[in-house]
């Protein structure tokens, strides 16, 4: 048994921007030696989300729009009065999503759907540096 | 330590068919002879999810009711014109959910309320032969 | 490799209080010994949820307003005809938000961003006495 740490660091293109870090996991899973297990896939920070999605044009435009309208950017937000910011609707589409999830790992590979892939999804209102944790528990 | 896999394979009924696999989940633990770990729950594909409710027949229509407000079908998504597909809804509503959750393993037992069940969510349009992973990771 | 489990028990003040139980999930990675890892955090009982917020007074208001316009309290429940019960909405916000999260562990420290606290979310409508589990995984 053993435990493997890496991270993805992505650069973001502003809000709503998803990107597919499907074999960024793999390769890692890969380097980690470790045959069978589970991935936990975390996000530092309180402005993005992990999930899965198929990854298609389409559903680059329908996820962002689904989330205007749970929380919508432009309204009022008690947490600008804290900050003076401008992103409130970030943090409560982060914490309605939350920040991690946990892939099956068998043989090697991770387990997904073939039109199933994972994302990290930017919520906040810039360009970012973001640091994804992948941490593996396995055999 | 070691780690333990499995699935479990349900034939659902069509849109936001609600199927409860605690007891599947139990069974597998129950074979796997770990005593005390993590199971992640994943299911394979991008048009369904897994959560916690209590499995009385009023939420099965309350959950439901709440995801067409969330993301209604009948409603345009961009997904349709990708694949002239009529499950935009059902990929949205996934996504925000999300693939998996993690469940604790104590004395060969998980653990979960008295009125929490773990259930699969079908959110696609039609009847579908589903594939969950159960992966363990335990002493 | 080793399996370490341990409970928070939080009191609760009813509806939508909102608990940082990040300082509670370090002192059990701390009690544990165990170096390298992943945590998962699950709450026993169907009207609650465990996710990450920036815990700053604004947000705390921002996150119940959100959950309000996606599962109104006040509104009719299939669920209150089952149980002549009236947190019908308690249900419904707990399933979409899910009872779980994983959290990365390096170094005998949860991983998580500076302004990205771990925190229980009461749904249900009145005070609860809370039972969270924490269970670690690792070496």
Redesign the interface.
Known sequence: ???Y?DEINVKTKGEVDIIDITSDIQNIVSKSKLK???A?I?V???TGTI????Y????????PR?LQ???PKGEH???????HDDN?HS??R?????????????NRKI???T??QIVFVELDTGNRNREI?V?I???
Do not use: N
């Open positions: 048994m053993g435990v740490y069978d297990g589970i936990c975390f530092k920070g309180s999930t899965t999605i198929e298609e044009p389409g559903l680059m435009k329908d996820l689904a309208k749970i929380a937000y008690a947490h600008h009065e804290t900050w409130g943090h409560v982060a914490s309605l999503m939350g920040p991690s999830i946990t892939i099956p790992i068998r387990i997904h759907g039109w199933q944790i941490q528990v396995g055999e």
